[in-house]
């Protein structure tokens, strides 16, 4: 212990190089510690976001990549609209097979957002709430409930449309009314950070907003403003920053009926032709539906039915995530390999530091060799110095990591839809509080063993 107080003394004795020295370090353990932090959140996030039975249906020409990213976690423009087609054949028994079956097959349109945060707008039926699972359970709610749009509501819909759509498309008399906006469905529900950020809770009003904001031609939809009915409980995935409302909304907004049907390529027919042919119910267009496949090779069967069918294809999130994950990883693994350097960097100017006080500190090592002091014991008191250099920078590191967390996690959630938890302690923070501490003792080594070898009769004869 006196071994302890004597490299404190020390410290404290040349105070402006001990802080310089500590602050070096600082910086390299919280820029590693929060790069860790970071990547593990990240991963966190990309992995809390999806059960691995999920499977999604996206259209045809696009990446599997883009699908999931832009289904499940909110990222990018909905890529392109296929059929409701799909989701009719998938939702039949016998149109795959018993093991081409799924549970649920819940259909999806997007393209409205909220607020300047751009809180994504995603239009579904009540199987979200009632079939839906994410982890093995169903979506909890914080408060109140979910709304109240059915598969069949939809299909009524769509029959509906569809009826309008072709009659106004022949042109012969007037054609029939366009299906109203029903009251009941202007509801939605809304996830726990849209809640917090935007202080919303039951009773609020949400009114999508064509485009993003900062755009051309963004504009809000007074005409399809919902009440909020539902606030779901705190997920850690991208479903806290999501708002959800009945499909028949979606469909029914103004300015939205350019893109309420996907019309197939005939041959021999130009652009202008098919938007004249009439349409049917099932050519209502979605940009993804949500299945769990009850066998568990039933997603494996339905890609390899989906890759003969020239409308849309199955992504699995659980091949697709891993692997976007890794080429993530190794941009994190550069920035953690630029952190080791800094802080071997730092490490360096513990020696330059320490070795550099030796002449000085020549006349105190021999006075302490001449009342007893031993090699090792000065070799001990010095490594020691480095190595408290160390652990005071680590320690303060990591504090200026977990408080960075705390000052910036809005911020961070905000730019990258990331929460930064700044009260969660990981055992990795132990570790590296320990190799910080053991490569600073190490760089005191050279330095030590230089004072270690002090003459003490050459060094007691001169007064310096």
């Not at 982890?135 to 299909?155: I, K, P, V, Y």
């Not at 009314?177 to 009773?203: F, M, N, Q």
């Not at 010095?382 to 910036?408: D, K």
């Not at 190490?442 to 060094?459: F, H, I, R, Y």
Request: one cysteine or more; aromatic letters at 6%.
């Amino acid at each position: 212990m006196k071994l302890v107080s004597i490299s404190l003394r020390n410290l404290r004795i040349r105070f402006v190089a001990t802080v310089l020295t500590v602050c070096s370090i600082l910086v390299a353990t919280a820029l590693y510690a929060g790069i860790l932090v970071m990547a593990e959140q990240t991963s966190e996030r990309f992995n809390g976001g999806y059960s691995a039975s999920h499977a999604i249906v996206g259209p045809k020409d696009t990446s599997q990549l883009e699908i999931v990213l832009n289904t499940i976690f909110n990222v990018g423009d909905a890529p392109a609209l296929f059929p409701l087609k799909v989701a009719i054949d998938l939702r039949n028994p016998r149109a795959f097979g018993g093991r081409g079956q799924v549970r649920y097959g819940i259909p999806q349109g997007r393209g409205d957002s909220v607020s300047r945060y751009a809180f994504p707008v995603v239009a579904t039926i009540d199987e979200m709430w009632s079939e839906y699972e994410l982890h093995g359970t169903t979506l909890q709610f914080a408060e109140g409930r979910g709304f109240e749009f059915s598969w069949n509501d939809l299909m009524q819909l769509a029959e509906g449309l569809a009826t309008y759509e072709s009659a106004r498309r022949a042109g012969e008399g007037p054609p029939p009314d366009r299906p109203l906006l029903r009251p009941e469905w202007r509801k939605c529900v809304i996830g726990s950070r849209v809640a917090r950020t935007l202080g919303l809770s039951l009773g609020g009003v949400i009114t999508p907003v064509h485009g993003k904001p900062g755009e051309w031609g963004t504009h809000d939809h007074p005409e399809a403003a919902c009440e909020v009915v539902g606030v779901l409980a705190p997920t850690n995935s991208p479903i806290d920053t999501t708002i959800y409302l009945p499909l028949g909304v979606h469909l029914l907004i103004g300015g939205h009926e350019g893109g309420v049907f996907v019309t197939p390529q005939v041959p021999g027919k130009s652009e202008a032709q098919l938007a004249e042919m009439p349409v049917t119910a099932d050519q209502i267009g979605l940009t993804a539906i949500i299945i769990d496949p009850k066998d568990p090779v039933g997603d494996q069967i339905l890609r390899n039915a989906f890759m003969r069918r020239p409308d849309a294809q199955i992504a699995k999130p659980r091949e697709v995530i891993p692997k976007f994950l890794r080429d993530v990883g190794s941009a994190a693994d550069v920035l953690t390999v630029i952190a080791w350097l800094v802080l071997l960097v730092a490490s360096v100017s513990i020696t330059v530091a320490i070795y550099n006080t030796m002449n000085e500190r020549r006349r105190e090592i021999a006075i302490m060799r001449s009342l007893g002091a031993r090699r090792l014991q000065i070799l001990a008191i010095i490594t020691g110095e480095a190595a408290l250099l160390s652990l005071f920078g680590a320690v303060l590191g990591l504090v200026t990591c977990h408080l960075a967390a705390l000052l910036m996690r809005n911020a961070v959630e905000d730019m990258t839809g990331v929460y930064l938890d700044w009260l969660q302690f990981r055992p990795w923070e132990l570790w590296l509080l320990l190799g910080v501490t053991a490569v600073g003792g190490l760089a005191g080594v050279l330095p030590a063993v230089k004072g270690s070898m002090t003459q003490v009769a050459d060094n007691l004869a001169h007064n310096y």
